[in-house]
Nanobody
Framework: QARLLESGGGLVRDGGSLRLSCATPGRTFSAYALAWFRQTPGKEREYVAAIDWSGRSPDYVDSVQGRFTISRDDADDMILQMNNLRSEDTAVYYC???????????????WGRGTQVTVSS
């Protein structure tokens, strides 16, 4: 079964940086839009950023605009470069694949298991 594999989470201080990766083994999702969502305990999973199948037209939620950069590399893996991290960015980050780019989690069919990002103040 095709799946997504997140990596790169960890503990970082306020203002620091992390780089998350979402591996797509076998380029299975090369024709899909890819997205990052995040979730904290007791809250709904929320949209962070998305990128279309071509790697162009990135989209960001306002709270991360200018601090996070989403991209796709030559292996078709998805990268989320997170700079100037804040304590409110602390969450489990999930990557997802869907037929079209969307901010709605219900539009994504395949999900990874998540990677924890913790920002200490």
């Amino acid at each position: 079964q095709a799946r997504l594999l997140e990596s790169g989470g960890g503990l970082v201080r306020d203002g620091g940086s992390l780089r998350l990766s979402c591996a797509t083994p076998g380029r299975t999702f090369s024709a899909y839009a890819l997205a990052w969502f995040r979730q904290t305990p007791g809250k709904e999973r929320e949209y962070v950023a998305a990128i279309d199948w071509s790697g162009r037209s990135p989209d960001y939620v306002d709270s991360v605009q200018g601090r996070f950069t989403i991209s796709r590399d030559d292996a078709d893996d998805m990268i989320l470069q997170m700079n100037n991290l804040r304590s409110e960015d602390t969450a489990v980050y999930y990557c997802a694949a869907g037929r079209s780019m969307s901010r709605l989690k219900t539009d994504y069919d395949v999900w990874g298991r998540g990677t924890q990002v913790t920002v200490s103040s």
